[in-house]
C-alpha cells in the first residue's frame, strides 16, 4: 500500500500568516497516463471533507487563489497564502493513482 | 447543484450485517464511479470500496474485501453498501463520494454489543 506521510501533524497560525504542509508517498503517484492522482482536502469542525486541489495543482471550483498545490512524484506541498478564520479545519492528502486509495494522517491547522 | 444522501446507518451488533444507501441527485449518476470512504471517531479518513460508473468493477481495500459489497442501480441513482461479519473496528462514519469531489453528509455505523 501506498504510505502518505503528512507534515506537521498540526499548525498554530495567526490570521493572514502563510502556512504551507507537505505530504510525502512511499511509491511514485505517477499513473500510466503521465497524470498524478494526488489530491488536498479540507475538514472543517463537523463537517464532511471538502476537495480543494486535485491532480497535484489545479484548485476546484470556488477554492481562492490563496490556495496553491506543488509537487511531483512522491513529494507534494500545499501552500495557504494569508489565511482566513474559514480555512480552519483538518487537511488531508489523498492519492487514487494506487489501490488503495489512502490519505495522509491530517495536519490540524488552528488558531494560534 | 450535486447532492449525496446517505442512510441505513446505525447501532448493530459484532457479526451482524447492514445496509448502507446513498441517493445521488444533480448529475448524471451512471457517468461516474462512486466511492464510499469511513472515519472512524476522531481519526482520519479511511477509502472502503469504489465501484466502476456501470457496475461491472468494483475495488476493496483489505481490511473489508470479503466481507464488504458495493453496488449500484443507475436506474434509481443509488449506491449501496452492504456490509456483513460487521467488527468493532468497523465503527465509523460513512461517506458516499463521487470522486473525492462531492461528499454526503455521513452516516453513523456503530458496532457494539
Known amino acids: 500500500d501506498v504510505v502518505m506521510t503528512q507534515t506537521p501533524p498540526s499548525l498554530s497560525v495567526a490570521i493572514g500568516q502563510s502556512v504551507s504542509i507537505s505530504c510525502k508517498s512511499s511509491?511514485?503517484?505517477?499513473?500510466?497516463?503521465?497524470?498524478?492522482?494526488l489530491h488536498w482536502l479540507l475538514q472543517s469542525s463537523g463537517r464532511s471533507p471538502k476537495r480543494l486541489i486535485y491532480?497535484?495543482?489545479n484548485l476546484d471550483s470556488g477554492v481562492p487563489d490563496r490556495f496553491s498545490g506543488t509537487g511531483s512524484q512522491k513529494d507534494f506541498t500545499l501552500k495557504i497564502s494569508r489565511v482566513e478564520a474559514k480555512d480552519l479545519g483538518v487537511y488531508y492528502c489523498a492519492q487514487t493513482t494506487h489501490f488503495p486509495y489512502t490519505f495522509g494522517a491530517g495536519t490540524k491547522l488552528e488558531l494560534k | 447543484e450535486v447532492q449525496l444522501v446517505e442512510s441505513g446507518g446505525g447501532l448493530v451488533q459484532p457479526g451482524r450485517s447492514l445496509k448502507l444507501s446513498c441517493v445521488a441527485s444533480g448529475f448524471t449518476f451512471n457517468n461516474y464511479w462512486m466511492t464510499w470512504i469511513r472515519q472512524a471517531p476522531g481519526k482520519g479518513l479511511e477509502w472502503v470500496a469504489s465501484?466502476?460508473?456501470?457496475?461491472?468493477?468494483?475495488y476493496y481495500p483489505d481490511s473489508v474485501k470479503g466481507r464488504f459489497t458495493i453496488s449500484r442501480d443507475n436506474a434509481k441513482s443509488t449506491l449501496y453498501l452492504q456490509m456483513n461479519s460487521l467488527r468493532s473496528e468497523d465503527t465509523a462514519t460513512y461517506y458516499c463520494t463521487r470522486g473525492h469531489t462531492y461528499w454526503g453528509q455521513g452516516v453513523m455505523v456503530t458496532v457494539s454489543s
Open positions: 465501484i466502476t460508473n456501470t457496475g461491472g468493477s468494483t
Open positions: 511509491q511514485s503517484l505517477v499513473y500510466s497516463d503521465g497524470k498524478t492522482y
Open positions: 491532480q497535484v495543482s
